[in-house]
C-alpha cells in the first residue's frame, strides 16, 4: 500500500481505532513509537485493515537493528530517529544522565552530554517526579516539563483524548477533562469523533407553571349572569397522557451511527454543528422515531428539511387550474346564463 493516497487513515492501537488526518501524520505516530508491530491500518472508508509490518517503510522504521534508545531515570524511551531525539532535548525531555544507544553508537551507547547536538538542550534530573505533570498513554509514562509542553503535544496530535494525567503526584484522571485544556485543543480529524456529554439546552421561553391543585369554586359562581348557557366554556387543564405522539417525538434525541460507533445529538442544529466540525459526516447512518426509512444518511435527511412542503399547494393550484378549465367551457358551449339563472 502506497502513502501517496489522499485523506485520513485510521490505526488499529490496543483495541482502539485513531484517526490521522494523512498518512504522514501515520508516519509521524510510527516514528514516536506510539505503534507497535502488532498494531494494524488503513485508509479510512476502506474495510481491509492491513498490519502495519507489511508496509515497508513502516516495517524498516519499526525494526530493531534502526531504533534509538535513549535511558535515563525517568523512563527508557524508544525512537527509529536521531532527529526526534534532538526534538526531545529541545522540548527539555532528556535529562543530563541519559544514555542515548543507537544504529551509530558503540554497543551500551554514549552519554547523551557527550553529543553535541544534545549537550546544549538537556536539563537536571528531577528530584522527585512530584514537581512535573506525567502523562500515560496506553499504560505508558511520559513525564513533561510543564502544561505548555503537554498542550503542544495535543496539537501535534502526540495526546489522544482518553490519556491520562498525573498533576504533582496525585491520582490519575483524564487529560480531557483535568481542567487544564480544552476540547477546542486536540485536532478535529486527528483521533476521529470525539464525543462530548453535550449538556440539554436551555428552552427559549420558561416553561409555565401550573398548580397541581385545582381550586374547588362553585359553578354558579363563575357564571356571569347576563352570559347565555351556550356561550358557558369549560377550561379543561391538558392531560400530560393527551399530549400527541408528534410533540413526543420531537422530545427523543436523534441517533448518529458511525462506523464502530453510536452519537447521541439532541437536535438538527447540533447535527449541522457537528458536520462542519468534521465530527460527524454526511454518510453516517441517522435514526429517530420520525423517519420511516429504514436507513437514511445524514446528508439524506437534512436534504428532506430543506425541501418545501408543497402537496396542498399543488393541489390548489389543481383545483384553480381545473376550475378556470370549467368556466370556460361553460362559456364556450353558452351554459353560463343558465347557470347564473339558477
Known amino acids: 500500500m502506497s502513502g501517496n493516497g489522499n485523506g485520513a487513515y485510521e490505526l488499529k492501537h490496543c483495541g482502539k481505532i485513531h484517526r490521522a ?9 510510527i516514528m514516536e513509537s506510539r505503534v507497535t508491530g502488532e498494531d494494524s491500518f488503513r485508509q479510512a472508508g476502506s474495510r481491509e485493515w492491513i498490519p502495519v509490518l507489511k508496509e515497508p517503510e513502516f516495517a524498516s522504521i519499526l525494526d530493531p537493528d534502526n531504533q534509538w534508545v535513549v535511558t535515563m531515570s525517568t523512563g ?15 522540548e527539555g525531555r532528556i535529562t543530563d544522565d541519559a544514555v542515548v544507544e543507537g544504529p551509530r553508537t558503540p554497543p551500551g551507547g554514549v552519554k547523551a552530554n557527550a553529543l553535541p547536538a544534545l549537550a546544549s538542550n538537556l536539563r537536571e534530573p528531577p528530584v522527585s517526579r512530584m514537581d512535573h505533570p506525567v502523562i500515560r498513554i496506553d499504560g505508558r509514562e511520559f513525564p513533561a516539563a510543564d502544561t505548555g509542553t503537554i498542550r503542544k503535544w495535543i496539537k501535534d496530535s502526540r495526546v489522544p483524548v482518553e490519556a491520562e494525567i498525573s498533576l504533582k503526584g496525585k491520582n490519575w484522571e483524564p487529560v480531557s477533562s483535568c481542567g487544564l485544556f ?15 456529554k453535550y449538556l440539554p439546552q436551555m428552552p427559549e421561553q420558561p416553561p409555565k407553571v401550573v398548580s397541581e391543585k385545582k381550586e374547588s369554586v362553585p359553578r354558579e359562581e363563575t357564571v356571569k349572569p347576563d352570559l347565555q348557557f351556550s356561550e358557558i366554556v369549560d377550561v379543561v387543564e391538558e392531560d400530560p397522557e393527551e ?40 454518510y453516517d447512518e441517522i435514526r429517530h422515531p420520525s423517519i420511516t426509512e429504514e436507513t437514511l444518511s445524514v446528508g439524506e435527511y437534512l436534504d428532506s428539511l430543506r425541501s418545501p412542503k408543497k402537496g396542498v399547494i399543488f393541489w ?13 367551457a ?13
Request: net charge negative; hydrophobic share 50%; aromatic share 14%.
Open 21 to 29: 488526518s494523512d498518512f504522514d501524520q501515520l508516519k509521524n505516530w
Open 76 to 90: 527508557v524511551f524508544k525512537t527509529s530517529s536521531f532527529e526526534t531525539v534532538v526534538k526531545w532535548a529541545e
Open 316 to 328: 390548489l393550484l389543481l383545483v384553480l387550474i381545473a376550475g378556470v378549465i370549467a368556466f370556460a
Open 243 to 282: 399530549i400527541s405522539e408528534e410533540v413526543k417525538t420531537e422530545e427523543i434525541p436523534y441517533t448518529v451511527v458511525s462506523r464502530n460507533s453510536e452519537m447521541t445529538i439532541e437536535s438538527v442544529k447540533k447535527i449541522r454543528s457537528l458536520l462542519k466540525m468534521k465530527m460527524i459526516f454526511s
Open 330 to 342: 361553460l362559456e364556450y358551449f353558452g351554459q353560463l346564463d343558465f347557470f347564473t339563472w339558477l
Open 182 to 196: 480544552d476540547l477546542e485543543d486536540w485536532p478535529a480529524a486527528a483521533h476521529g469523533r470525539i464525543e462530548e
